[in-house]
């Protein structure tokens, strides 16, 4: 069975920084791009990143570029999202998403609570 | 930037068809996608390029895509299929979603 499973729920302050995970099984990991998608509070989906696992080539969406750092290590099938300094604005559920080629979505992952409050 | 266009909510009545429709400029030259989302669940892949379901996906979801408009069509909705719905699209490298519609069953 294709598994997605994402680290747990987090707990910030402004400025922190945060790095989340999403762990690949079921699958030749190396194969498929992963990313992740935002869906703060109440809110729609929107699309942040994708790496490839197999050569790490990255695409970011421009919205996010600047805010996050999506990353892999494929020894242990694994990605991840970072940010160097949280804003309340990034609280959200964070979804880690199984890619074919890069353009749908196909294994979604159950989602990692990001919440940044002082 | 390309957008994705959906109507905030639909309403359907339990065994009647629901369509749920999402408006892109020259979406039909693209592939459409739909993912649905339960309240409180991840997201699921309901429709993939244009009209293909996946497995374990029940036989009343099926899609369409031309012209502007790609449409997400339920033939005899139930209580389950109650939830958000995502249409999706590829452009210029990046993953597009739609707003999302609310699809009610009452």
Redesign the interface.
């Given at each position: 069975e294709v598994q997605l499973v994402q680290s747990r729920a987090e707990v910030k302050k402004p400025g922190e920084s945060l790095k989340i995970s999403c762990k690949g099984s079921g699958y030749s990991f190396t194969s498929y791009w992963i990313g992740w998608v935002r869906q703060m509070p109440g809110k729609g989906l929107e699309w942040m990143a994708i790496i490839y696992p197999g050569d790490s080539n990255i695409r970011y969406n421009p919205s996010f570029q600047d805010r996050v750092t999506i990353s892999v290590d494929k020894s242990i099938s694994t990605a991840y999202l970072q940010w160097s300094s949280l804003k309340a604005s990034d609280t959200a559920m964070y979804y880690c998403a199984r890619h074919v080629g890069y353009y749908y979505l196909d294994v979604w992952g159950r989602g990692t609570t990001v919440t940044v409050s002082s | 930037s390309y957008g994705l266009i959906q109507p905030p909510s639909v309403s359907v009545s339990p065994g009647q068809t629901a369509s749920i429709t999402c408006s892109g400029d020259k979406l039909g030259d693209k592939?459409a996608?739909w993912?649905q989302?339960r309240p409180g669940q991840?997201?699921?892949?309901v429709i993939?390029q244009n009209t293909n379901r996946?497995s374990g996906i029940p036989e009343r979801f099926s899609g369409s895509n031309s012209g502007n408009t790609a449409t997400l069509t339920i033939t005899g909705t139930q209580a389950m299929d109650e939830a958000?719905y995502?249409c999706?699209a590829?452009d210029t490298?990046?993953?597009?979603?739609?707003?999302?519609t609310k699809l009610t069953v009452l």
């Open positions: - | 592939y996608y993912y989302q991840s997201p699921v892949l993939y996946p958000d995502y999706q590829w490298s990046i993953v597009i979603f739609g707003g999302g």
